[in-house]
């Protein structure tokens, strides 16, 4: 990075790679198709002008210092879905390590919870997924979507300085408006979870957003200002929903119902109405259940348990 601004001639080039003049040509094209800017400059040769903000597996995993997440990692510059791909893998008997995660640059059909799609700007955002498979009862599986939310509240907190809203179940709001949602897909037997998939879009370096969610999303970089590290994001992430499964798995629901708890304005006294494609739920909240569902009391009184859902509306 330090020498971008010195042109170095192809000849030179090629012979300190060991390559001929037509290889190094192709080779130049493919670097631009990714995203790298390089000039070529009559009579000087080649100078670097940009490199892209890419996350790649050997930038990532130097910077890891956790013991299962991240660790197996797939890295793509596009992809329809990490949710999706992941799903492939499974679904077609490749090994797929716990705690394995699939990142995309960006998403041809990024999916956001109910179906709606998920706005994929190339090296702006995070968007991956993570393959857990926890030793838990399916029924706690929902712990692991609030988990997730969770981790991803402290590293913004801590990494952005910003003040972070966790909506019911796993949107993240900066000033009421959307950053990041999770989309968790489970694969399970009666009695045990087969695997988990953790899909995690964040909106990051964003400066624009289409119109049609502009009024009611944001990204990191419009909220705070500045631009922000992707890598650095993405490593505290890691560790910090490492380490909250971790206590999930020792000390049992509790530990993520209570972090959960008091980290949401929307955990209780808050006047919502939830819809789930069937019906819509009005009233105030009234805390969370032993497994993650939101309590809801109605106008007439009565406290009911919702296990799945979007708050639609809030006051």
């Not at 979507?145 to 509240?153: N, R």
């Not at 909250?244 to 949401?264: I, M, N």
């Amino acid at each position: 990075m330090q020498n971008m601004t010195i042109a170095v001639s192809g000849e030179k080039l090629a012979r300190d790679l060991g390559v001929s003049h037509s290889t190094l040509a192709r080779w130049v094209d493919k670097l631009r198709d990714a995203g790298v800017e390089i000039r070529g400059e009559l009579f000087t040769g080649y100078r670097l002008t940009r490199i892209p903000d890419i996350v790649l597996p050997h930038v990532l995993r130097p910077r890891l210092r956790t013991h299962t997440l991240g660790r197996s990692f797939f890295h793509f510059y596009s992809v329809d879905s990490t949710n999706a791909f992941a799903a492939r893998m499974l679904a077609h008997g490749r090994p797929v390590a716990n705690g394995a995660l699939i990142l995309a640059e960006s998403q041809t059909a990024g999916r956001g919870r109910l179906d709606r799609s998920w706005h994929s700007e190339p090296e702006n955002g995070l968007y991956f997924s993570l393959v857990l498979r926890p030793e838990v009862s399916p029924s706690l599986a929902p712990l692991f979507t609030l988990a997730c939310a969770v981790a991803l509240h402290h590293t913004v907190e801590r990494i952005v300085k910003l003040d972070v809203d966790i909506k019911w179940p796993n949107d993240l709001l900066v000033d009421g408006k959307k950053i990041a949602g999770i989309l968790a897909e489970i694969h399970a037997d009666t009695d045990r979870i087969r695997s988990l998939i953790m899909g995690v879009g964040l909106n990051v370096n964003h400066l624009t957003l289409p119109e049609e969610i502009a009024d009611r999303a944001t990204s990191l970089r419009l909220a705070s200002g500045r631009h922000q590290s992707r890598l650095d994001l993405l490593v505290d992430f890691l560790e910090q929903f490492e380490r909250l499964a971790d206590r999930f798995q020792v000390s049992g629901p509790s530990a993520v119902v209570s972090e959960w708890t008091s980290h949401s304005s929307f955990a209780s006294g808050r006047l919502v109405e939830i819809s789930d494609g069937y019906r819509t739920l009005k009233g105030t909240t009234f805390g969370l259940n032993s497994v993650g569902a939101l309590r809801v009391q109605t106008s007439d009184g009565n406290v009911e348990d919702v296990y799945s859902g979007d708050v639609v509306k809030w006051g």
